[in-house]
């Protein structure tokens, strides 16, 4: 059973565009939201987080938004660069600063920025 | 700053060997570290999860006698997969958490790609 979905496998956008990337959870008890870009052949790198009290949190071209109601969570990147074309992984966790706050990830959506 | 290293990035091995993966943070002391999977076009899936000084826990589903994680310092833990098999051919990260602070981002490392011949 997905705890964390992201249902769209693939996304295409035109630089300049804006990238809206979605994850769905089902799990209540997760408080804490993260996005990860992934290169091929390479570890993921931390891109954004959101913690449930908040429903918005902006960095640069990065905005996430939480609507914990619907238990879904979005990632804007505006504008797009074609320097943005990676797999995004969302992730999510209960009690993320405690011992046993594991990260669960959905399986990808991976997006392609055309110049 | 931080940033977690991988060695090998990757390795080539013969069915029924066993290959060592480490995982060192380089800037930063991390109490908890922990190794994933990948398979080609599939999620990140934990396998287990390492605090310095303690016993793994490992998820529903891996083989702790297989897959050995030793985590013998703040820097440094291992990932042993033994008596390797074709099956065991994958993409293998690990990602390690800062000791204290504010800082509860897990880093990860590079990954290695173990291939099972």
């Known amino acids: 059973d997905q705890q964390v979905k992201q249902n769209s496998p693939s996304l295409s956008v035109q630089e300049g565009r804006i990238s809206i990337l979605n994850c769905d959870y089902t799990?209540?008890?997760?408080?804490?939201f993260l996005w990860y870009k992934k290169y091929p052949a390479e570890g993921p790198t931390f891109l954004i987080s959101?913690?449930?009290?908040?429903d918005k949190n902006e960095d640069g071209r990065f905005t996430v938004f939480l609507n914990k109601s619907a238990k879904h969570l979005s990632l804007h990147i505006v504008p797009s660069q074609p320097g943005d074309s990676a797999v995004y992984f969302c992730?999510?966790?209960?009690?993320?600063?405690?011992?046993?706050?594991?990260?669960?990830f959905g399986k990808g959506t991976k997006l392609s920025v055309k110049p | 700053g931080a940033v977690v290293s991988q060695h090998p990035s990757w390795v080539i091995c013969k069915s029924g060997t066993s290959v060592k993966i480490e995982c060192r943070s380089l800037?930063?002391?991390?109490?908890?570290m922990f190794w994933y999977r990948q398979f080609p076009k599939q999620s990140l899936m934990l396998m287990a999860t390492?605090?310095?000084?303690?016993?793994?826990?490992?998820e529903q589903g891996v083989e702790k006698d297989k897959f050995l994680i030793n985590h013998a310092s703040l820097t440094l833990s291992t990932l042993t997969v033994t008596s390797a098999h074709p099956e065991d051919s994958s993409f293998y990260i690990c990602?390690?958490?800062?000791?204290?602070?504010?800082?509860?981002?897990?880093?990860f490392g590079p990954g290695t790609r173990l291939t099972v011949t």
């Open positions: 799990n209540s008890m997760f408080d804490y």
């Open positions: 992730a999510a966790s209960a009690g993320y600063g405690g011992s046993q706050g594991n990260l669960i």
């Open positions: 990602s390690a958490r800062a000791v204290d602070g504010f800082d509860y981002e897990q880093y």
């Open positions: 800037d930063f002391q991390a109490t908890t």
């Open positions: 959101i913690s449930s009290i908040k």
């Open positions: 390492s605090n310095e000084g303690s016993k793994a826990t490992y």
